[in-house]
């Protein structure tokens, strides 16, 4: 089983739609959780920490659920330019600190 | 401006020849990352190191090689031990537990 799983998509939705993405998480000792925005032959930028509480950032919603080791990113109002694919990305304590990438999900915004 | 650089952008391979992938970071972050994706995939560690002189393998290391002798460099060596070495390398850097920024990667090519 991967550390880090991510349904790969590719998620097709129309503008203006409401879209979520859940990504789970094997070791209990994740400390840090993160959601980054990769487009097409870039480098993955950073979309948004995941806190605890949850957290918000204008049309993107980020939460975890420890209990059941996921994080989700809701995305509402869909734009074409949210066409990207979305990576979680997991900072584990007890392996040094490493960050564990999940295989991305694609998203296409279609007009 | 602080960031992250990765040189070349662009790099053709012979086969069987070794070549030289440079990361540096200005940004004073312990840790450093490199990572592999290859089309339509996610990204796969293959080597990360958490300060200066000491590094560990990922998941994917074989017919790779690094070295950390300052804290602003972790080049990677391609060797001709990796059999399938086209791909694209991101390197990345982190204050521990926090997120990673990324340079904007080689594209490297077997010819």
């Known amino acids: 089983r991967k550390e880090v799983e991510q349904d790969p998509g590719p998620f097709n939705v129309p503008e203006g739609a409401t879209v979520a993405f859940n990504c789970t998480y094997s070791?209990?000792?994740?400390?840090?959780f993160f959601w980054y925005r990769q487009d097409c032959r870039k480098e993955p930028k950073l979309l948004m920490s995941?806190?605890?509480s949850g957290n918000e950032d204008g049309r993107f919603t980020a939460q975890l659920n420890r209990a059941s080791q996921y994080i989700s990113l809701l995305i509402r109002d869909s734009k074409l330019s949210d066409s990207a694919t979305y990576l979680c990305?997991?900072?584990?304590?007890?392996?040094?600190?490493?960050?564990?990438f999940g295989g991305g999900t694609r998203l296409m915004v279609k007009p | 401006d602080g960031g992250i650089t990765q040189s070349p952008k662009y790099l053709f391979r012979k086969e069987g020849q070794n070549v030289t992938l440079s990361c540096e970071q200005n940004?004073?972050?312990?840790?450093m990352y490199w990572y592999r994706q290859d089309p339509g995939q996610g990204l796969r560690l293959i080597y990360y190191?958490?300060?200066?002189?000491?590094?560990q393998k990922g998941d994917i290391a074989e017919g790779y090689s690094v070295s950390r002798e300052k804290k602003e460099s972790f080049p990677l060596t391609v060797t001709s031990a990796q059999k399938n070495p086209t791909a694209f390398y991101l390197c990345?850097?982190?204050?521990?537990?926090?997120?990673?920024?990324f340079g904007q990667g080689t594209r490297l090519t077997v010819v």
């Open positions: 990345a850097s982190s204050p521990r537990a926090v997120e990673a920024f």
């Open positions: 070791n209990s000792a994740s400390q840090s």
């Open positions: 995941v806190y605890s």
């Open positions: 990305v997991v900072n584990i304590a007890n392996a040094g600190n490493m960050l564990t």
């Open positions: 940004l004073n972050h312990d840790a």
């Open positions: 190191s958490q300060i200066v002189n000491d590094f």
